[in-house]
């Protein structure tokens, strides 16, 4: 009879698995094809002007979003009628952050880089439709099929727009046109996502307090994870130029269209760990994530050394003959992204957001002097090499906050949720 129960677990851990993987292995072609277009339409110049410009607007996202996307999830799983009453403070919170965001850019890049000024305008006000995207709530709502479709719905329009960019020859502005486009698509087409939500009861309302207590660690995490994502090429750009940022950041593309199983998995950890905190089961099944993981790590970053060699020149040109060099630096790396993406999804669903920061830090103590040593060598392999160092530094700490439930003795959690911590 225990044969039963297991299947029955791992079917269900493997297909949320495999719908939200295989949305984002779409998602990746989607942005392959995108990088594609973008990589033979742009000059190598203005092509690492655009992604320095994503990195930089990668941090107005990650702040704007004030880590509230990763607790509403997180309730939205534990307690449906919970996460509807933190709508009303969560769409405040977010689109205030937004708006911010968005003035700061503004008026930095209109005393800076004056040109540049309508592009940049454009592509901060994709932060407000940002805020209204719920393809967050069939998520938790153990919909993975719905969430994959709105998941999908920003790619690829996108996409389809940079087809039509590509006729017009838009430039960078016509360009961040249809990144703002893209975005505001995708939030019109997940509101019907709130009906899953069931209402709350009368008087249920709740401040924002709360939830900036929760969210302003996790706001952090994601600040400093997106350093380590865009910290070396913002370094790379300033020290080597932007068409060596252009070649550093299709190595990255390439290798974070490769996460698309990680970062899925993640999300389900976030999803689905916290009802089973004080479980018995809990090291158990958080082992048997991580060897599913490790095990798509493996076999993807076998097929990215096989391919990229003779296909990064097919679809990019010979301008960008370094990047299947750097792939390969940039191979342990994603290894271990996929062990602390799984691992950092777990401990925020069952409110160890400060473990999360705590790793996240640590990961920035490292990176931030082996770029520095990067930067002084001059050879963008040494920035890949810096970002490994510094991802290996995060999986300690993390797996130092874990290590009481893989030794299956999980910690009982208090009565009450971080949002409403007991007396």
Not at 145 to 153: I, V
Not at 176 to 200: E, K
Not at 261 to 283: D, V
Request: hydrophobic content about 60%; charged content about 10%.
């Amino acid at each position: 009879m225990r044969p039963k129960p297991f299947l029955a677990s791992l079917w269900r851990r493997l297909s949320g698995l495999a719908f939200l993987g295989g949305a984002r292995a779409v998602a990746a072609l989607c942005g392959f094809a995108a990088v594609t277009l973008l990589a033979r339409q742009l000059a190598p110049y203005e092509f690492g002007l655009w992604s320095l410009l994503l990195a930089v607007h990668g941090y107005a996202l990650q702040g704007a979003e004030l880590g509230l996307r990763s607790v509403v999830t997180a309730e939205a799983g534990a307690s449906p009628a919970r996460a509807r009453a933190l709508l009303a403070p969560y769409l405040r919170l977010r689109t205030a952050a937004a708006l911010a965001f968005l003035a700061v850019g503004a008026t930095v890049t209109a005393f800076a880089l004056p040109a540049l000024l309508p592009a940049v305008v454009l592509l901060f006000a994709s932060l407000l439709p940002a805020a209204v995207q719920f393809d967050w709530i069939p998520l938790a709502r153990e919909r993975p099929g719905l969430a994959s479709l709105l998941f999908l719905m920003r790619p690829v329009a996108y996409l389809a727009l940079l087809a039509l960019w590509w006729a017009a020859d838009g430039g960078l502005r016509g360009l961040a046109i249809a990144y703002l486009a893209a975005w505001t698509l995708a939030a019109a087409v997940s509101l019907p996502a709130l009906r899953l939500l069931p209402r709350a009861a009368s008087g249920a309302g709740r401040s924002g307090h709360g939830l900036l207590r929760r969210g302003l660690p996790l706001c952090v995490v994601s600040l400093t994870s997106q350093a380590q994502y865009t910290l070396d090429l913002l370094v790379a750009g300033l020290v080597l130029g932007a068409v060596a940022a252009g070649q550093f950041y299709l190595a990255h593309a390439i290798a974070m269209a490769g996460l698309v199983f990680a970062n899925a998995a993640g999300q389900l950890a976030l999803a689905r760990m916290s009802a089973l905190a004080a479980a018995p089961g809990f090291g158990s099944r958080l082992r048997g994530e991580l060897r599913v993981v490790l095990g798509t790590a493996l076999a993807l970053g076998l097929a990215m050394v096989l391919l990229a060699p003779w296909l990064v020149p097919l679809a990019f040109g010979p301008a960008y003959g370094l990047t299947p060099s750097l792939l390969l630096w940039l191979l342990p790396w994603f290894l271990l992204q996929h062990l602390t993406t799984v691992l950092q999804g777990t401990l925020a669903a069952v409110g160890r957001e400060r473990r999360v920061l705590a790793g996240n830090l640590a990961m920035l103590a490292v990176l931030l002097p082996a770029l520095a040593l990067a930067a002084w060598i001059g050879d963008l392999r040494a920035f890949a090499a810096a970002r490994a160092l510094a991802e290996f530094a995060r999986l300690l700490a993390l797996q130092a906050a874990v290590r009481g439930h893989l030794a299956g003795a999980p910690r009982p959690r208090a009565a009450g949720t971080a949002l409403q911590p007991s007396p």
